[in-house]
T-cell receptor, first 112, second 114 residues
Framework: KQEVTQIPAALSVPEGENLVLNCSFT??????LQWFRQDPGKGLTSLLL?????REQTSGRLNASLDKSSGRSTLYIAASQPGDSATYLC???????????FGKGTTLSVSS | NAGVTQTPKFRVLKTGQSMTLLCAQD?????MYWYRQDPGMGLRLIHY???????AKGEVPDGYNVSRLKKQNFLLGLESAAPSQTSVYFC?????????????FGDGTRLSIL
């Protein structure tokens, strides 16, 4: 059974720091991995999708990497800003099914 | 761009009442999904649809029914609401299955069962 774990559960940093969020999964047979952002009381916003054949994807200050063999992905946020404060969710799509399997998220707080 | 729209945004029900949650997407996506989000549990798939007129069970389908009569709409029904169904419900859609296609989510419906 695929399980997705995100560490740490919460993270507080001062504005301007570069930071890394971690995601690990137990079954390497995945179609893709998505990183989402969720603001309090809001829906999920897709940030990046990494296909199983890719190693990384970049969008602005965000860079996500994927290492299928070790079952890990990282989301790197450069020069963090207070507006980056949110919960970040990692989800994998199994090859054998249609569901996204979600981690429980990392709640990020960036102070000014 | 509307994307995925969920109605209602909030609802309070009494145990035993029924209701229907509506999801509409304007992206011509084939696949649609219903998830629930609970504290400490993450998001879990309830039901999904791979096209108009088709539905399938997800991880936690008990107590829910769904219908996909039109390609753009996916309805989630609670026939007899229970307090355990208090949750935030998210609808999502994707163009296809497979590694190239991300899932796009609505803003959620916050449902409380008293």
């Amino acid at each position: 059974k695929q399980e997705v774990t995100q560490i740490p559960a919460a993270l507080s940093v001062p504005e301007g720091e570069n930071l890394v969020l971690n995601c690990s999964f137990t079954d390497s047979a995945i179609y893709n991995l998505q990183w989402f952002r969720q603001d309090p009381g809001k829906g999920l916003t897709s940030l990046l999708l990494i296909q199983s054949s890719q190693r990384e994807q970049t969008s602005g200050r965000l860079n996500a990497s994927l290492d299928k063999s070790s079952g890990r992905s990282t989301l790197y946020i450069a020069a963090s800003q207070p507006g980056d404060s949110a919960t970040y969710l990692c989800a994998v799509k199994r090859q054998a099914g249609t569901a996204l399997i979600f981690g429980k998220g990392t709640t990020l707080s960036v102070s000014s | 761009n509307a994307g995925v729209t969920q109605t209602p945004k909030f609802r309070v029900l009494k145990t035993g009442q029924s209701m229907t949650l509506l999801c509409a997407q304007d992206m011509n996506h084939e696949y649609m999904y219903w998830y629930r989000q609970d504290p400490g549990m993450g998001l879990r798939l309830i039901h999904y649809s791979v096209g108009e007129g088709t539905t399938a069970k997800g991880e936690v389908p008990d107590g829910y029914n769904v219908s996909r009569l039109k390609k753009q709409n996916f309805l989630l029904g609670l026939e007899s609401a229970a307090p355990s169904q208090t949750s935030v419900y998210f609808c999502a859609s994707s163009y296809r299955q497979g590694q190239f296609w991300p899932q796009h989510f609505g803003d959620g419906t916050r449902l409380s069962i008293l």
